[in-house]
Structures are given as structure tokens and as C-alpha cells.
């Protein structure tokens, strides 16, 4: 049975930090590109960042550059989003991703909230 299973949101205050999570089980992890989306209230989800399969190259949207790092650890079937520098513009449910040819499965979110 495919799951990931994201953890790791919550609330934190403009400025700080969060790690999301994302632990997939039932498919082999390491043959899939993942990605990390996010979904604000009354807006379309939006792709965050990726990293693919193999070597692990990465890919951030504008909005994130340089305050957001996605890595996996295939041993642990794991892939994380450590945020930093959160605005109150990063409050979204997120979404991890894994994709591979015609597959893609989605985990259930984590609400990540940037308030004071």
C-alpha cells in the first residue's frame, strides 16, 4: 500500500524555521522524482521545489530561492523541506509528491502557518 506521510508543520513566527517531513512507504522511493507543493486558501496549488531521482538535482520556485532546501535520504525513504526566513506568504497546506513516468502519489498535507 503506497503512503507518505508528511509531518513537521505548525505555527512559527515570520523569520523562523521549520523542517517538513515526508516518509513514503510501498513503492521504491529512490526511482522517483519528489516534490514539494504547496495550496494557500483560495489559491491553486503551486510546485515548491524538486529533487530528482539519481543524483538529486533540485529545482526551487522563485518565491522560495535561497530560503528554501529540499533533500531526500533514500536509506530512510525520506524527503525533507527545511524552510527558513518564513513570511506570512508561506502559509499553506504542503504537499510532498512522488512522480515517476505515469505514477503519482500525493501524501495528505501539513498545514504550515507564518503568523505573529
Known amino acids: 500500500q503506497v503512503q507518505l506521510v508528511e509531518s513537521g508543520g505548525g505555527l512559527v513566527q515570520p523569520g523562523g524555521s521549520l523542517r517538513l517531513s515526508c516518509v513514503v512507504s510501498g513503492f521504491t522511493f529512490s526511482d522517483f522524482v519528489m516534490r514539494w507543493y504547496r495550496q494557500a486558501p483560495g489559491k491553486e496549488r503551486e510546485l515548491v521545489a524538486t529533487i530528482t531521482r539519481g543524483i538529486g538535482s533540485t529545482n526551487y520556485a522563485d518565491s522560495v530561492k535561497s530560503r528554501f532546501t529540499i533533500s531526500r535520504d533514500n536509506a530512510k525513504n525520506t524527503v525533507y523541506l527545511q524552510m527558513n526566513s518564513l513570511k506570512a506568504e508561506d502559509t499553506a497546506v504542503y504537499y510532498c509528491?512522488?512522480?515517476?513516468?505515469?505514477?503519482?502519489?500525493w501524501g495528505q498535507g501539513t498545514q504550515v502557518t507564518v503568523s505573529s
Open positions: 509528491n512522488a512522480q515517476r513516468y505515469g505514477q503519482s502519489y
